[in-house]
């Protein structure tokens, strides 16, 4: 089979125009970026603002393994499978972050049959969102050291400066630095810092979760930046530069346009990671999806356990949303993997490990009934996939009582979903009885071990003595009510990510906690778990090469 990159560039993608023509919009009402992307001012999605919400259907999977479970495959071929039956779709994305692109991960834009358009665009700079985001993150920087150095008027502790500085790409050298050296007129003030990752940042969350130019306005005022001598926060607000941060994110706030394979209209935009931050895209982009098609597939990051559980608990939270219907992701070699097989080892991949490895489906069934909602499991089927090894997850799905269907969407496009499709259709009109995991006067020790018991299957939650003191004095601030986003690895269920299946009663670690205030969420940090990611030992990035004719090879 051709490569993902090859399929794409022989795709006969539509102009944006008729892809926004589907949506019901003009020429004049987007912000074109050449011919196949655009943008839709905010303006313009007041419009659709009095018309009804369609169907709403979130898509997460199993723990991710090398293996591949196929979840933005999956989910781009849904949107084309709906379309197949007839139904008016419109998805909405996330945005790829470079560092995965050129690291381990490499892109996110589906793949085979089933993938967003003009995917080597989508996957590299896109519309500028990440760059922007990048840019006012380090403007609100560069102006707290600034003010450290002319005065320090608000008698900021240079100790506890707690912004860092921001790039999109993976660079673990600069997880810690010390930054101000060369004397107070040439450096500043010397202490110590480091960057994180874009997406890991707490203005990628904000400019996701926010639902206009005024609640993104609010947001970065309450963005606390440092501590002062007496121990009070300092905020972005405080600083005075909120003005010139939103005139960086004035285009960034608006919803990107593309279009899947087929032709179905997708917004991609937002670009939070999952196993850090909230790991959905923008509340805008689902908003306006919502308006503008009577069945709209979201996708949450990684597995249910990070981006399905912040979803519900947070984006839903904060939206008002709640999905009519979830699909839960699964392969054979994944679940192969986490009955203790290896890729590498062929004579590994048994139908032993398989029935070994469904106690990690088991788990994610178990998290998403939790919340109430329809649930269907789809089998991403790759050609080496057995009658005996699908009917054996289909039995266990019928022994939980859930509903599962196959996916060959990798190959066939929005054909290969047209069971996926129909299913889907079929549990929106179930009834759903939705609830969120915890309550918001809960503690926030409360909601950790809540969310560490019920969806970790941890037994016990153990705290570092500096977690310990930030969470006491978060609740004593008045920030108790908040949700929390717990960030930990995205390979287990567990917060060690050498540890597959999914087992029970182990010791979830905090060993940090930070504030997300303008996000409106707390940050139990557990594990080893770094904000800034590093490359492999064969980064993406190494396959990767321009031809003469301009076009890009190795990409996917």
């Known amino acids: ?83 197949k039956i007839g139904k008016k779709v419109v998805g909405a994305l ?28 989508i996957d590299l700079h896109f519309t500028g969102d990440i760059h922007a985001v990048s840019a006012a993150h380090n403007l609100l920087s ?41 004397g107070r007129t040439v450096g500043g003030i010397p202490h110590e810092s480091g960057f994180l990752i874009t997406s890991a940042s707490e203005i990628s969350a904000i400019l996701a979760l926010s639902t206009g130019y005024e ?17 009070e926060p300092v905020t972005a607000g405080e600083l005075g530069c909120v003005g010139g941060m939103m005139v960086l994110l004035k285009d ?46 979201t996708e949450a990051g990684f597995a249910s356990d990070l981006g399905g559980e912040k979803f519900m608990d947070i984006v839903c939270r904060q939206s008002g949303l709640s999905p009519d219907c979830v699909v839960l992701v699964a392969s054979v070699r994944a679940l192969m993997m986490h009955g203790g097989a290896d890729l590498k080892e062929a004579g590994t991949m048994t139908l032993d490990s ?21 649930l269907v499991v789809s089998i991403n089927r790759f050609e080496s996939d057995s009658e005996e090894q699908i009917g054996l997850i289909r039995a266990r ?8 269907v196959e996916s060959e969407a990798f190959l066939k496009g929005g054909e290969g979903a047209l069971e996926l499709a129909e299913a889907v259709v079929e549990e929106c009109d179930s009834p759903k009885n939705f609830k969120f995991l915890y309550e918001e006067d809960a503690t926030l020790k409360s909601k950790i071990e809540t969310i560490a018991t019920k969806v970790y299957g941890a037994g016990t939650v153990s705290y570092s003595a500096a977690a310990d003191k930030a969470l006491s004095e978060l609740e004593k601030r008045g920030f108790g009510k908040l949700p929390v986003c717990i960030a930990k690895t995205q390979a287990s269920v567990t917060d060690n990510a050498k540890i597959k299946g999914a087992p029970r009663g182990w010791d979830l670690n905090v060993r940090e906690v930070q504030l997300s205030a303008g996000a409106g969420f707390v940050v139990p940090i557990c594990g080893s ?12 990035a190494m396959r990767m090469d321009l031809m003469p004719d301009g076009k890009i090879v190795g990409l996917k």
């Open 397 to 404: 799905c019928t022994e939980l009582g859930v509903r599962c």
């Open 354 to 374: 398989l029935r070994i490895g469904l106690v990690n489906l088991d788990k994610h069934i178990e998290n998403m009934k939790l919340y109430g909602v329809p």
């Open 252 to 297: 960034a706030i608006c919803p990107n346009l593309v279009q899947t394979l087929e032709g179905e209209p997708v917004f991609v935009h937002g670009f939070p990671f999952a196993n850090i931050a909230h790991g959905a895209n923008s509340i805008l982009a689902t908003r306006s999806a919502l308006k503008m098609g009577d069945y709209v597939v």
């Open 529 to 540: 778990m770094t904000l800034m990611p590093g490359l492999p030992s064969l980064p993406a």
């Open 94 to 121: 996330r945005e790829p972050s470079l560092g995965p692109v050129f690291g381990i991960k490499g892109g996110a834009t589906g793949g085979g049959r089933s993938q967003v358009y003009p995917m080597w665009n």
């Open 1 to 83: 089979m051709k490569t993902d990159i090859e399929i794409a560039y022989e795709a006969e993608a539509e102009p944006i125009t008729e892809i926004a023509s589907k949506l019901g919009l003009a020429y004049e009402d987007i912000s074109p970026y050449g011919k196949y992307m655009a943008k839709i001012p905010l303006n313009v999605l007041k419009r659709f603002e009095v018309k009804e919400n369609g169907k709403l259907i979130m898509v997460t999977a199993v723990t991710p393994t090398p293996a591949g479970e196929g979840k933005t495959v999956t989910t781009i071929g849904l949107i084309q499978g709906l379309g």
């Open 142 to 182: 560069a102006v707290v050291e600034n003010h450290l150095v002319k005065g320090n008027e608000l008698n900021i502790d240079p100790t506890r400066v707690v912004l860092k500085k921001t790039m999109d790409m993976n660079a673990r050298e600069l997880r810690n630095v010390i930054v101000g050296l060369g």
């Open 215 to 231: 609640d993104l306005r609010a947001r970065l005022e309450r963005v606390v930046v440092a501590y002062n001598i007496e121990g």
